[in-house]
C-alpha cells in the first residue's frame, strides 16, 4: 500500500468557468488509485474513466452525466 496526496477537483458545466469549483486535497493510503477512483462512483448510472498521466503522477478523470467532471491527481508522499 502506498501514500498518495490526492487532489479532487470538480468541474460543473453550468458555471462556464475552466477552473475548478471545487478542489479538496487528502492525504491516502491506497492499493491503487484506479481502484479507488472507480469505487466512489458505484451509485453512478453513468460514468467514463479517462486516465493519464502528468510529471509521472497519474490523473484520473470521471465524466458523469450533465456534463460533470470530477478529476483526481495523485502524488506518491
Not at 498518495?4 to 492525504?27: A, F, H, Q, S
Not at 477512483?37 to 479517462?50: A, I, K, M, P
Amino acid at each position: 500500500m502506498k501514500t498518495y496526496e490526492v487532489i479532487k477537483e470538480e468541474y460543473i458545466p453550468c458555471t462556464g468557468n475552466m477552473l475548478p469549483d471545487r478542489r479538496e486535497i487528502m492525504e491516502l493510503k491506497l492499493e491503487s488509485p484506479a481502484m479507488y477512483v472507480q469505487d466512489q462512483y458505484r451509485r453512478e448510472r453513468s460514468v467514463e474513466f479517462l486516465t493519464t498521466e502528468y510529471e509521472g503522477s497519474p490523473v484520473i478523470e470521471a465524466l458523469l452525466e450533465g456534463g460533470r467532471k470530477h478529476r483526481y491527481i495523485f502524488s506518491e508522499v
